[in-house]
């Protein structure tokens, strides 16, 4: 592994850590400001707008920027959304640093999915973006509890503290170990944007907010469905969490290495198994243990989408990556908040704790249909290529 590939990954645990701890820390935020939960949680939206803005927006203007320049300058900016929340003496002012951190996050992981990608030999490439986004998952599993209990513990602000200097040790060590890249020649904002032409560059984004919006139609209910259908307590949610943390970082590797191996038969068999199992978890969240068993298949089955939905659009954006790879992971909180949307609308019309899975189904479904159409489209284009061929912008 490419010690660059540890820099990168590292970056992307701070980033993971700073995007989901807001959630365990909004009693003591709420308590700290004087305001309701619901508007502590419009932190968690706020964050979400922030991607979505600021990934295809930071992208296109970095477009002509050495790609170690971009990727330094977003973690300063992610330092100092970070500082600022921690020392935010008001609500609103918090609000601006979690946007000012979350502008970097998409853009991020857009620019830094291709370094990842040209640090290795085309054939490990997809691998190579799943040990980046590992960072991601570890923070699922490890950073989130840690630094809600750090907050608990120490007030809220020590957790941004934390994260600030998880930033700063991401920022040193893509200095020192990611090498020079230029960006692709001739790319430019205008090149970033002509692959917008291209239809599978739209229809690998639809795949990921489809696909997305399948695992998080039925996630963001997994605390009440626990404790209301399959009756665990409040206090095992967390564990319950961590297994599926557990089940998204192995996902996230394994859908990788099946990524490199091939990239669109990859794609229909974990589309294919993320459909099945959340429609098992339609049964099985009625009782315990296979309830548990399911949310770690969940994890895995959900997470394993990332590598090879990346590298598609990255393929398909060949000769100017950056941007539709920034895009992509804007496509990926679309999915998360209409999975979100829809499944509540499920519960809100009273079909109980279980519907959004049926949705979160359908929802993987339709993400599969979508990649059998793009891989049929390969069949008739001659220079279309999968994983082994594609060779991205270095």
Do not use: C
């Not at 640093?97 to 620019?111: D, I, P, T, W, Y």
């Not at 990608?117 to 986004?133: D, E, S």
């Amino acid at each position: 592994m490419p010690a660059a590939l540890l820099a990168l990954a590292i970056s992307a645990f701070g980033i993971g850590t700073t995007e989901f701890v807001i959630m365990g820390l909004l009693p003591e935020i709420a308590d700290g400001f004087g305001v309701s939960i619901p508007s502590a949680g419009l932190l968690i939206s706020g964050y979400a707008l922030g991607v979505v803005v600021g990934a295809p927006l930071l992208t296109a203007l970095a477009s002509r920027v050495p790609r170690k320049t971009v990727l330094v300058a977003l973690m300063g900016l992610f330092i100092a959304g970070n500082v600022l929340s921690a020392v935010a003496p008001g609500y609103g002012l918090l609000m601006t640093g979690r946007v000012v951190a979350a502008l970097s996050h998409g853009a991020f992981f857009g620019v830094g999915s291709v370094v990842a990608a040209a640090l290795v030999a085309p054939a490990k490439q997809a691998g190579a973006i799943a040990l980046m986004f590992t960072g991601l998952t570890v923070a699922n599993v490890l950073g989130v509890p840690a630094g809600t209990a750090l907050g608990q513990a120490f007030g809220w602000r020590s957790t941004f503290w934390v994260v600030s200097a998880l930033g700063v040790a991401g920022a040193i060590g893509i200095l020192a170990l990611v090498p020079h890249q230029e960006p692709a020649p001739g790319a430019g904002l205008r090149g970033e944007l002509a692959v917008f032409r291209r239809p599978q560059v739209w229809l690998a984004l639809a795949m990921t907010a489809l696909g997305f919006a399948g695992v998080f139609a039925s996630f963001t209910y997994i605390a009440p469905m626990m404790t209301e259908v399959a009756g665990f307590s409040g206090g095992a949610v967390t564990w319950l969490l961590v297994l599926f943390g557990g089940g998204l970082f192995v996902g996230n590797l394994l859908g990788g290495k099946a990524a490199d191996r091939k990239l669109m038969p990859s794609l229909y068999v974990i589309l294919a198994a993320l459909a099945i199992v959340l429609v098992a978890f339609v049964f099985t969240a009625h009782a315990k243990v296979p309830a548990a068993i399911t949310i770690a298949l969940f994890g895995a089955a959900g997470f394993a989408t990332v590598p090879p939905l990346q590298a598609r659009v990255m393929a398909k954006a060949e000769g100017a990556p950056a941007l539709a790879s920034a895009a992509n992971i804007a496509a990926f909180n679309l999915g998360n908040a209409g999975g979100a949307w829809l499944g509540g609308q499920a519960v809100d019309a009273g079909l109980g704790y279980t519907a959004p899975s049926w949705i979160g189904a359908v929802l993987a479904a339709a993400g599969l249909a979508v990649a059998v159409v793009s891989g049929l489209l390969d069949r008739r284009t001659p220079a279309s290529f999968d994983a082994g061929e594609r060779v991205l912008a270095r």
